[in-house]
């Protein structure tokens, strides 16, 4: 069966400096995995995802996030954070299935928050 | 394209009653996936349509229901609701036959109050 492990439930940083959220999967198989968004009050906004090409994959407002299959990791980053960056993130497998379709299982998420 | 719609956006409902959700896929996407979200389980998948079929099913009693029109907008009803039903209810959208790589879109949810 297929998860993921989001080692921090909760990161703080000061607006400007990395951030680092960090991410283990289990999977038999080489995965699909991605990462997730939700602001407050909002739905899950696709940040980036892997589907087995490239290992460093680069998303949307500066983050890009690395698949190490012998860590089994994919951890997200951004260089420097910004304000609107406080949010929830979500790393997610894709468990396939015969027949073309997918399920979704989601880490618990991390709670990024940024200081001034 | 317009993405993902969720009607209503907020619904506050007594223990007993029953209600009824719905999701307006992405234009031209087939399957739609329902989610809860809760504090307490985080986010689990509930189930899957594709061309008004239900392929997958996630661990929830019956109580929980789908079903997907030929328009490929989907509805899930929970029948009986309980207090511990409260929750955000997200509707992702995609293609349905790309498989694991597939992107799903989220729609930006329905928040469920039980009282």
């Known amino acids: 069966a297929q998860s993921v492990t989001q080692l921090d439930s909760h990161v703080s940083v000061s607006e400007g400096t990395p951030v680092l959220l960090r991410c283990n999967y289990s999977?038999?198989?080489?995965?699909?995995l991605f990462w997730y968004v939700q602001h407050p009050n909002k739905g899950l906004q696709l940040l980036l995802k892997?589907?087995?090409?490239?290992?460093l994959v680069k998303g949307i407002n500066g983050f890009e996030a690395e698949f190490k299959k012998s860590e089994t990791s994919f951890h997200l980053t951004k260089p420097s954070a910004h304000m609107s960056d406080a949010a929830e993130y979500f790393c997610v497998v894709s468990e396939q299935f015969s027949g073309g379709y997918n399920k979704l299982i989601f880490g618990a998420g991390t709670r990024l928050a940024v200081h001034p | 394209k317009a993405g993902v719609t969720q009607t209503p956006r907020y619904l506050i409902k007594t223990r007993g009653q029953q209600v009824t959700l719905s999701c307006s896929p992405i234009s031209g996407h087939r399957s739609v996936s329902w989610y809860q979200q809760t504090p307490g389980q985080g986010l689990q998948f509930l189930f899957e349509y594709f061309s008004e079929t239900q392929r997958n099913k996630g661990n929830f009693p019956g109580r929980f229901s789908g079903r997907q029109f030929s328009n490929s907008r989907s509805e899930m009803n929970v029948s009986t609701l309980e207090l511990g039903d409260s929750a955000l209810y997200l509707c992702a959208s995609s293609g349905g036959l790309a498989g694991g790589e597939e992107t799903q879109y989220f729609g930006p949810g329905t928040r469920l109050l039980v009282l």
């Open positions: 999977s038999s198989y080489s995965p699909s």
């Open positions: 892997y589907t087995s090409a490239a290992t």
